[in-house]
């Protein structure tokens, strides 16, 4: 999950190019914060929704129904289908999670074709996830999905996009865009 999840996330975001508005800024003082309030606020209601919604998906006992194929939910087959949808539903959840974390602003794509590499390294997320659970086996203890199953996780995954977008047009309705605060200081 480390190699999924740090090193390759923190590669996709290498490549990110510096936009125009960033240029026009002032430079920041020494002795300004390195996280800002908006960063503060993103992570603080994205890790706690991703948080939330993690518990929510390994409690609610309708979410282990729709993954245990008709099997009891206690039985071991079910279990692994269970938990195998867990983990593609948490490292895909924090993949989507990279687009919002790319840009300030409502628009998830702004500029994503100028990052290949971007689009590249979440490209190989995706790749190494869909292996790891189809061909994991008895050492990372993932079993293959079925199509329907699949949908559910990817969608289920999806929540931090709807949170964070809700997220950034409140900050923008009551405390004003700070990409655009910034460009006109």
Known sequence: INIIMDTLAGLAFAGEAALSRYMLEKPIPKDEQLISEDMWASILINGSVAALASLFFLNYAPIRELFSRGMPIESEKAEAIFLTAFFGFFVFMHAFNTFNARTQGLNLFEHILENKLFLGIIFLIFTVQTTFIYIGGDVLRTVPLEPMEWLYM???????????????????????NPVQTRVNQ
Do not use: T, Y
């Not at 990817?154 to 004003?176: E, H, S, T, Y």
């Open 154 to 176: 990817v969608m289920f995954a999806l929540v931090l996009i709807p949170v964070d977008l809700v997220r950034k047009w409140v900050r923008n309705v009551w405390f004003g």
